[in-house]
């Protein structure tokens, strides 16, 4: 854990672990898990804009996924990304466990939320806890620290890796805790109205969630508004990220002609997923 991350976990320990307030639904109380914050990002490394059309994933202000529909006769989802060595965030000892076993209160909810908006850049986001539904699968990216230029059928929700490096142990332990009952948690990224999924953490525990078929859990994170770019922005993306595909660049022309066709779709996860309320005793 790097010197930051100490200094943050301590910060967010000691606003979390003082006194709670008490609720006021009685002995038990059901707690939606799902909030909206600003997120102020003085120290955010980890960056989305998109919208129904395109999502671009920026690490550090640098491109390291951008993937876009292109209607081709049929929709086919076009792909520029990197394969990173390992997860794009790393967690402290308690995000860790809380993971690991699964999101069980309001309280633990939240210092998960809180933590990971630390990495994330300035914005509105929505933070929600999810079960998702079975028969999901996770795209793989490039085992290749160079950019990779791909493409294949994407009329549908699409779940995408951000790490190449995965160990079938961990994938099995995993398997093993979700067969006696357990709920580890993925966290995921996307922007609003968008049906790309990013995975920040838990790239062991979908594999496992679908070799089980039990529906995965998931705190999904939002980023709320859509961005529209030129072509010209996303022309000199597709070159900083090595594309050298000429048929990739005339699908991002075309489709960009008809960007109005997307501005009036909606992806409303609620629609999609069941919400997860936690009953607490209070």
Wanted: charged share 25%.
């Amino acid at each position: 854990m790097n010197k930051y991350s100490e200094k943050l976990t301590t910060a967010m320990m000691s606003v979390w672990l003082s006194p709670k307030p008490s609720h006021s639904l009685g002995p038990f109380s059901s707690i939606k898990m799902k909030i909206e914050k600003e997120v102020y990002g003085t120290y955010g490394v980890l960056r989305i804009v998109g919208n129904p059309q395109e999502s671009i994933l920026f690490l550090k202000d640098k491109p390291i996924h951008y993937s876009w529909f292109a209607e081709i006769g049929s929709t086919w989802r076009y792909h520029i990304a990197q394969g990173l060595e390992t997860k794009l965030v790393n967690n402290n000892k308690e995000v860790d466990r809380i993971l690991k076993k699964g999101i069980e209160s309001e309280w633990e909810f939240l210092f998960t939320c809180e933590y990971f908006s630390e990495f994330l850049t300035y914005g509105n986001y929505s933070f929600g806890l999810y079960e998702l539904f079975t028969g999901i699968y996770m795209t793989t990216v490039p085992q290749s620290n160079s950019f990779v230029s791909y493409d294949y059928y994407g009329g549908m929700l699409d779940f995408t890796a951000t790490q190449r490096n995965l160990d079938d142990s961990i994938v099995n332990d995993y398997y093993t805790q979700i067969l006696k009952g357990g709920n580890p948690a993925m966290v995921l990224l996307h922007v609003e109205n968008s049906p790309m999924f990013f995975v920040l953490d838990g790239h062991h525990k979908f594999l496992a969630y679908g070799k089980s078929k039990r529906p995965p859990i998931a705190l999904i994170i939002t980023k709320i508004g859509n961005e529209y770019k030129s072509i010209d922005y996303t022309k000199k993306i597709a070159s900083t990220m090595k594309c050298e595909e000429k048929r990739y660049i005339e699908r991002m022309e075309e489709e960009k002609n008809r960007i109005s066709n997307y501005k009036s779709k909606t992806i409303k996860l609620e629609e999609l997923f069941t919400l997860i309320n936690i009953n607490e005793n209070n």
